[in-house]
């Protein structure tokens, strides 16, 4: 299954119908709707459903974007987040985007689940590894202070995602989605590759899934 992404042009289109003929135009019908997608294109989107002209594959939570958002931003509101306010705020439109789910019959919405604040290091070790460093005495002190700070942090981050995944994953059972827990570029993000078989195991549930960033 190859399906072409609205992330390529939802930012320059204002008619949610003449941005899927734009992929269309391509060659691809199977599209999926990107977290770039704001309410106003939305109508232009379900009439092309309607008319068959196009099929969706999945849509990326958050999708539509909250109408105060107004570019692309998926971790605009966190699973993760300490304050109760950005989680509640995270399960909505993330229930919201379910709904749209079934509306178009995709099968698949795609999550992220948050992140662990503690500073960044995934770029400086890519950089480090680009310039010969990888393994290096630099390199591998950054990596294990990272290590170190991440799995003393991360239960209680893990704790708050899970519970607001519950919710999410009920109603996509109700609503037949299956639910993509998506693997993230930042070692800052979650789940980390060391926590998404623990994760799974724990949701138990056939309809959610690992999904693969590229």
Partial sequence: MIAFSTCWNSGRHTSGDEMLREIHALGFDLIE???????????????????????????????????????????????????????????????????????????????????????????????LAQNGDLLSRKYVRKKIDAVRTREQAAPAYLARVKECLKPIIEQAAEKNVGLGIEGRRGYEEIPSEREIPQLLDEIAAPHVGYWHDM
């Fill in 33 to 127: 709707l990107g977290h770039g997608i704001r309410i106003s294109l939305m109508p232009g989107i379900q009439k092309m459903f309607d008319t068959g002209e196009v099929r969706i594959s999945s849509l990326h939570n958050f999708c539509p974007l909250p109408v105060e958002i107004t570019s692309a931003s998926p971790d605009c509101y966190e699973f993760s987040a300490a304050r109760k306010s950005e989680r509640d705020r995270a399960v909505k439109q993330t229930l919201q985007t379910l709904d749209f789910a079934a509306r178009l019959n995709a099968p698949f919405v795609v999550l992220h689940c948050g992140s662990i604040s503690m500073n960044p290091i995934t770029d400086q070790l890519i950089a």
